[in-house]
């Protein structure tokens, strides 16, 4: 019998979602990214909105920081699209919905969602249950981390060809991962073909927040632990530099949150900001 449980997306990957969701509902236009399509294959029940984690005002630094880092992978994309990048790669897809939201971009790509088996079986079903589907440029690719499975190696029987550039994109996740896990991965996307892009999100240590935002991540870091998937590892922008220049990466950039609220949010006059934390690293081979 399939343990439904065991299968769906973890409460991190919802909740991305949700705010995604959130951001359309609650926020005044002009939207940073218009994105309910999540909330469709997450499909929480009706009471929703009414969870803590949900709360507009509580939960608005985040939520503006979530549609932040969305809108700029997918501006990141778009740009390597129109340079001829045919390869896009998630690592913890989670509840990505790009394929789905972005169909005029991703029919000029080949689109590798990589993620544990039970969240993918279970996503499948979802976009099959709604209607969308598994076009034949958008592939789903399991990998048991747990068991040591080669994520490329995998990749590549999928159909990727790491002789081609790509685009791969890791948000959320590092923070989950020991340094030696995030130094490794670093290495092999560093080896693919030149003209390859990473952007990968890692979280700053608290010294380096503003303090107002200090108790959310503290909130979040004991969130995290009791529910058995504690943060692991921080790094400062310098730290995470040199990570990817040792692994071999040929140029390597530091992407603020600030300077991504400058970008997306300086003209809103109703106060929304992403909260500070989270940071991109933008690398290329």
């Given at each position: 019998m399939?343990?439904e ?7 991190t990957?919802?909740?991305t ?5 959130m ?14 399509t999540?909330?469709r294959l997450?499909?929480p029940?009706d ?8 709360d ?7 939520r503006?920081?979530?549609?932040a ?7 990141l994309?778009t740009?390597q699209?129109?340079r001829g990048v045919?390869?896009y790669?998630?690592?913890?897809a989670?509840l990505d919905?790009?394929?789905?939201r972005?169909p005029e971009i991703a029919?000029?790509l080949?689109v590798f969602e990589v993620d544990?088996p039970?969240?993918?079986?279970w996503k ?6 709604l209607?969308?589907?598994i076009?034949?440029r958008?592939?789903l690719v399991p990998?048991?981390?747990?068991a040591?499975e ?10 990727f ?9 890791s948000?959320?996740?590092t923070?989950y991962?020991t ?6 991965t ?8 030149p003209?390859s892009?990473?952007a990968?999100t890692?979280l700053l240590p608290p010294?380096?927040l503003d303090?107002?935002?200090r108790?959310g991540?503290r909130a979040?870091k004991d ?6 998937t504690?943060f692991?590892?921080?790094y400062?922008?310098?730290?995470m ?5 040792d ?5 390597v950039?530091h992407?603020s949150?600030?300077?991504?609220a400058e970008?997306?949010f ?7 900001r992403?909260?500070?934390g989270e940071?991109?690293l933008?690398?290329t081979?």
């Amino acid at each position: 019998m399939t343990d439904e449980q065991s299968e769906a997306p973890d409460h991190t990957a919802v909740r991305t979602a949700l705010w995604r969701a959130m951001h359309v509902r609650v926020d005044p236009p002009p939207h940073v990214l218009e994105d309910e399509t999540g909330l469709r294959l997450a499909a929480p029940d009706d009471g929703w909105r009414h969870r803590p984690d949900m709360d507009p005002q509580a939960t608005r630094g985040f939520r503006a920081a979530v549609v932040a880092r969305a809108r700029f992978v997918e501006d990141l994309i778009t740009e390597q699209a129109g340079r001829g990048v045919t390869q896009y790669v998630v690592l913890g897809a989670g509840l990505d919905t790009f394929a789905q939201r972005r169909p005029e971009i991703a029919a000029r790509l080949r689109v590798f969602e990589v993620d544990r088996p039970g969240p993918q079986a279970w996503k499948r079903r979802r976009l099959a249950d709604l209607g969308y589907g598994i076009p034949d440029r958008l592939h789903l690719v399991p990998v048991d981390f747990e068991a040591s499975e080669d994520w490329l190696e995998k990749l590549t029987v999928a159909g990727f060809d790491p002789g081609l550039p790509a685009v791969v994109v890791s948000t959320g996740v590092t923070m989950y991962l020991t340094e030696d896990a995030t130094a490794a991965t670093l290495r092999r996307i560093a080896g693919l073909a030149p003209g390859s892009t990473l952007a990968m999100t890692f979280l700053l240590p608290p010294d380096l927040l503003d303090a107002a935002d200090r108790p959310g991540l503290r909130a979040s870091k004991d969130g995290a632990q009791a529910s058995g998937t504690p943060f692991i590892s921080f790094y400062t922008p310098a730290e995470m530099l040199t990570s990817a220049r040792d692994a071999g990466f040929a140029d390597v950039r530091h992407v603020s949150g600030s300077s991504l609220a400058e970008r997306y949010f300086a003209a809103r006059t109703d106060g929304l900001r992403p909260s500070t934390g989270e940071d991109f690293l933008l690398a290329t081979t």
